[in-house]
């Protein structure tokens, strides 16, 4: 069964089972491989991309079930607003260690900060604790969080 | 002797000088070469300097002025890749971003590290202490020769010409020239006797915040992984492996897998099943279909408490002894008070955030294989040996590590990728499910100490006895660093304390557990030494109703670097002031991987017994400072680590089979439960410590003191259960 899904503003078709997670569709038919596995289950975070803007776990997303709806990936999430300024506040603050797991964190801060633009400490708690690191590198998110919304406040005020 | 053991006192604490050997040669391109040779540590414990030299490290400055430093260690995330370029800058005079940095083809002959075995690896907290001095050194003389060879050109002398930014500057006639110009030059000279190297002083790079020059790739996707290998024609393939360690295949209904939409290919192995497909997507769906019967083998009904059982009996028994200082049976019996306790800590698995995976391609008469690994010249050794090829015929490209803490210091994966490669036609890439990549994993080990001390009147030790049990994982992975008993590993963190204890014995008993495998995590030997030493250390000042940091600090009058980083923690975390009720402060202080550090934990424990790390406090004098803003990244990123093994880090067996499978089984510290984390750096000019790993170690007993100050409960054993701290 062919499936047509709209990833990062083009349309692609894709010849595989309905179930199949749009995980493995990004990675291993579109070969978008910014996206990462990392537990299967939607417990890690670590294949987090936006479905219409919204922060999903595609390991747990039937490709099927994504329909109409644009996906976007780390590939392309430079192409919003939001996105630019948290990868900056990243850069910024020296965020990354081994790097592995930080496009799912970038994925869900910058959905985050899309929808809230100066989120507090239990704003950034319920978008972020479903993404795992094993470097540590969660004191240094928070922070680049923080950073990236008082960076929007002070374009918002220039402009 | 094999090894050269680093006493605290003596070397680390006077300075090290170690002579460099050099050599040079003109590059390809005609540029100038540099080989020099980069020594290894294990712990503490530095390489004895072979008497042959073959360099393992090359710096190259081409025709063009680029600098392009080759060595063998790796980039795991840990910055090694940043700070180890500032040691060339700055005395190289050159721009940090002028570096390149190339990773070293795989040759054990020539990048092999003595003090693992002769293996190329990077592990141990190592990178920066082997190559402080070498680096700099090797910067400096390439600087001198190329300003040789600028005077010779301008025909002045060298003396009145020095070096900034890449070039050759002759102030008095304002000449300049680019390293570029004059490389091939400097490669017909004499390699200087003598070069004086920087004052602390004089650096400009060293010791100054720097940018990690991995970071944009990793914020955008792009960076490559193992994982992400890309191939024409590449196969996605996933795999079961016999639940039970030594477990067999014993049949496989592969019907249904077959019939799932990519599935191409069912490959049985004698103790694993593989599932071939287009992606993968159809290998997991195809695994989930196939009926697999397994015969369990020997360990078919071990449980960790079997293993338990032996090691406590196995401890009855005198080890090998690691440290003996006076006389401890004497001097117990002059003990009015005795202290005995028993510890455990349990298997832990490293769970690092990329699961395993390797992707090869076995052809008729070569191999090639894609991998992240710490040991490179391994990977290639056992795709030869598994395959049958000859060495040079396999080929391993090395790639982006998504988390090591020691994982990826074993080749079992790259072992198994080729066996199930060999079955199928054209490359490919064999990726473990988290299930697998837990459940088949080589875990930290399951030690028992058991600990007893005497107490003077004062309530100070007189005697301290230390005998615990538990695998040598160097006794495999490196059979030349185990003697006598011994290794330099497992016994680190329980020996040569910072504290002055008068009568002092420690011993070893190596106990392999049956039908689990063990290997490196991330603290090693320390990550199970210093818990038992520092919750040992607090029962005795409990005993002796001391407070903990002050009954350190008496034992630490010859230790002064232990004793600053002791304060500093306790003055930073505001030691003695009051917290809440169900609070508590703990301390853990520690000297390991030439680095001292001291840590205290705040912990509120609820009436359920849940513990929640609201905030650690790190003092770590860790001798000069390359990045300090790594040190700080490590100590956080350590901590965490830690923390999750302290509150819910243990891999159980129930019928031979690892009980936990995923992060909701083996759960790990998220961004809501992660402590505010200070770090304070000590700055010296003593040789740099290592950075990775002691975090690890020296947060667990500072938790598990805390706790102990908030409610009044010992733990003797990990992880943490909060049953047993539930409010009565």
Redesign the interface.
């Known amino acids: 069964m062919a499936i047509t899904i709209k990833v990062n503003g083009a349309a692609h078709r894709v010849d595989v089972d309905g179930d199949t997670p749009l995980l493995w569709v990004l990675r291993d038919v579109l070969g978008l491989t910014g996206t990462k596995f990392g537990c299967g289950m939607a417990l890690c975070g670590a294949c987090t991309v936006h479905l219409n803007g919204a922060a999903i776990r595609s390991c747990a997303m039937p490709v099927e079930g994504v329909g109409d709806a644009e996906v976007t990936t780390i590939e392309a999430i430079d192409t919003t607003a939001a996105g630019r300024k948290i990868q900056r506040a990243w850069l910024d603050l020296e965020v990354v260690q081994c790097g592995y797991c930080q496009s799912g964190q970038i994925m869900s801060a910058s959905a985050l900060l899309a929808g809230n633009p100066h989120p507090n400490d239990s704003d950034i708690d319920a978008a972020m604790s479903g993404n795992i690191c094993r470097c540590g590198t969660y004191l240094r998110a928070r922070e680049a969080i923080k950073h990236a919304a008082k960076v929007s406040a002070a374009i918002g005020k220039e402009g | 002797m094999f090894f050269d053991r680093l006493t605290p006192n003596s070397v680390l604490e006077s300075g090290l000088s170690r002579r460099v050997f050099l050599m040079s040669s003109v590059a390809a391109g005609g540029g100038l070469m540099l080989g020099f040779g980069l020594p290894f540590f294990v712990g503490d414990v530095m390489a004895d300097e072979s008497s042959s030299f073959v360099p393992n490290a090359f710096i190259r400055i081409g025709g063009d002025g680029s600098v392009t430093l080759t060595m063998p260690y790796v980039e795991?995330?840990?910055?090694t890749y940043t700070s180890i370029p500032m040691l060339i800058a700055e005395e190289l005079e050159v721009a940090l971003s002028q570096v390149q940095l190339e990773h070293a083809p795989p040759d054990e002959k020539r990048y092999g590290n003595p003090l693992f075995g002769g293996v190329q690896g990077t592990g141990g907290s190592s990178a920066i202490r082997a190559v402080w001095e070498p680096l700099r050194q090797a910067g400096a003389t390439a600087r001198i020769m190329l300003i040789a060879a600028a005077a010779k050109r301008w025909k002045v002398e060298p003396s009145s010409c020095h070096a900034e930014r890449g070039e050759v500057v002759h102030k008095t006639s304002e000449r300049r020239i680019g390293y570029g110009a004059v490389a091939g030059d400097a490669a017909q000279l004499p390699i200087p006797e003598k070069v004086a190297l920087k004052r602390p002083e004089e650096f400009k790079l060293i010791g100054t915040?720097a940018?990690?020059l991995?970071?944009?790739?990793?914020?955008?996707?792009?960076?490559?992984?193992g994982?992400?290998v890309?191939l024409p024609g590449l196969k996605?393939a996933t795999l079961a492996q016999s639940p039970v360690f030594g477990g067999r295949l014993k049949s496989v209904d592969d019907a249904a897998a077959k019939a799932?939409?990519?599935v191409l290919q069912i490959v049985r192995l004698d103790d694993a099943v593989a599932v071939v497909a287009?992606?993968?997507?159809?290998a997991?769906?195809g695994l989930a279909a196939l009926v697999i019967q397994w015969d369990d083998g020997p360990h078919a009904t071990l449980s960790i408490a079997d293993i338990a059982r032996d090691l406590e009996k196995g401890t009855l028994n005198p080890g090998a002894v690691a440290q003996n200082v006076g006389d401890v049976a004497k001097a117990i019996t002059r003990a009015v008070t005795k202290v005995d306790a028993i510890y455990q800590v349990p298997f832990l698995a490293h769970?690092?955030?990329?699961?395993m995976n390797c992707t090869v391609h076995v052809r008729k008469d070569s191999c090639e294989v894609w991998v992240g690994s710490q040991v490179i010249a391994r990977a290639q050794a056992t795709a030869a040996k598994t395959t049958g090829l000859p060495l040079d015929k396999v080929v391993v490209h090395n790639h982006?590590?998504?988390?090591?803490?020691g994982r990826r210091l074993e080749i079992d994966g790259v072992t198994r990728a080729v066996q199930i490669a060999m079955h199928v036609d054209g490359p490919v890439k064999v990726?473990w499910?988290?299930e697998e990549d837990i459940q088949h994993d080589m875990y930290r080990p399951y030690f028992l100490d058991r600990m007893s001390a005497g107490l003077d009147e004062a309530g100070m030790p007189i005697a301290w006895n230390h005998r615990f049990a538990g695998s040598s994982i160097l006794a495999r992975w490196a059979p030349p660093a185990f003697n006598n008993g011994l290794d330099p590993d497992t016994i680190d963190g329980a020996i040569n304390l910072p504290y002055a204890l008068p009568n002092l014995r420690v011993e070893y008993l190596r106990m392999e557990p049956p039908g689990i495998p063990t290997a490196f995590w991330r603290g090693v030997g320390p990550s199970h030494s210093v818990f038992v030493v520092e919750s040992f250390m607090d029962e005795l000042a409990a005993a002796a109703k001391k407070d903990p940091v002050g009954y350190r600090r008496a034992l630490l009058d010859k230790a002064p670097r232990a004793r600053a980083v002791l304060q500093l923690a306790a003055e930073m975390a505001g030691w003695g002031e009051p917290l809440p009720q169900g609070s508590g402060r703990g301390v853990a202080l520690q000297f390991v991987f030439g680095t001292y550090m001291a840590q205290v934990a705040e912990v509120e424990v609820s009436q359920e017994g849940e513990v929640r790390v609201r905030r650690v406090v790190c003092a770590v004098d860790c001798g000069s400072v390359v990045n300090p803003?790594t040190v700080q990244?490590q100590v956080?990123?350590?901590?965490?680590?830690g923390v999750s093994a302290a509150l819910f880090g243990q891999v159980t067996l129930k019928g031979g089979r690892v009980e936990q499978t995923?992060?909701?089984t083996y759960r790990?510290?998220?961004?809501?439960?992660?402590p505010?984390?200070e770090v304070h750096i000590v700055k010296n000019t003593e040789p740099p410590g290592g950075m990775g790993e002691p975090g690890t170690s020296a947060i667990v007993p500072a938790v598990t003191n805390a706790i102990f100050a908030a409610t009044g409960r010992r733990l003797r054993t990990l992880p943490v259960d909060p049953a047993e701290l539930k409010h009565a």
């Open positions: 795991m995330g840990q910055g915040p940018k990690r991995d970071a944009p790739s990793k914020v955008n996707g792009t960076a490559i992984y994982i992400d890309k996605v799932v939409k990519g287009d992606h993968m997507g159809a997991k769906k769970a690092a955030m990329e699961p982006l590590i998504g988390g090591g803490f990726i499910t988290r803003d990244a956080q990123g350590a901590v965490i680590f995923n992060f909701d790990v510290l998220r961004m809501n439960e992660a505010a984390i």
